[in-house]
């Protein structure tokens, strides 16, 4: 069973930075088989895909329009670590961060931010940017 554990969450000030980590263990199958993704639910509202990660050869990303340009995903090289790069953060980040899993490769540029394609899910890290 795939345990998934975010960290580096925080409060911040319009215009700043974060570096969100999620570390996987317990996989059944290699880890580097697992498409990965953040997600992000503000107060309120359901939660919605920020970025999401292949787990092809070629990395293929995908981005919501409203990340793009200022947030990084990636993969530190054992591929257990998944990272979430935010810069330029404004008050609309806001929210609890998750990470997600699941097994597979080559459809993440077509489903990569839906929710219902992951089962595995992390507890979240809080994300705070005032303004």
């Known amino acids: 069973h795939l345990r998934l554990v975010e960290s580096g969450g925080g409060s911040v000030q319009a215009g700043g930075s974060l570096r969100l980590s999620c570390e996987a263990s317990g996989h059944q199958y290699n880890v580097g088989s697992y498409c990965m993704a953040w997600f992000r639910q503000a107060p309120g509202k359901e939660r919605e895909g920020v970025a999401a990660l292949d787990s092809n050869s070629d990395g293929t990303k995908k981005y919501a329009e409203s990340v793009k340009g200022r947030f990084t995903i990636s993969r530190d090289k054992s591929k257990t670590t998944l990272y979430l790069e935010m810069n330029d953060l404004k008050p609309e980040d806001t929210g609890m961060y998750y990470c997600?899993?699941?097994?597979?490769?080559?459809?993440?540029?077509?489903?990569?931010?839906?929710?219902?394609?992951?089962?595995?899910w992390g507890q979240g890290t809080q994300v705070t940017v005032s303004s």
């Open positions: 997600a899993a699941e097994v597979g490769m080559g459809w993440i540029q077509s489903r990569g931010l839906k929710e219902a394609e992951y089962r595995y």
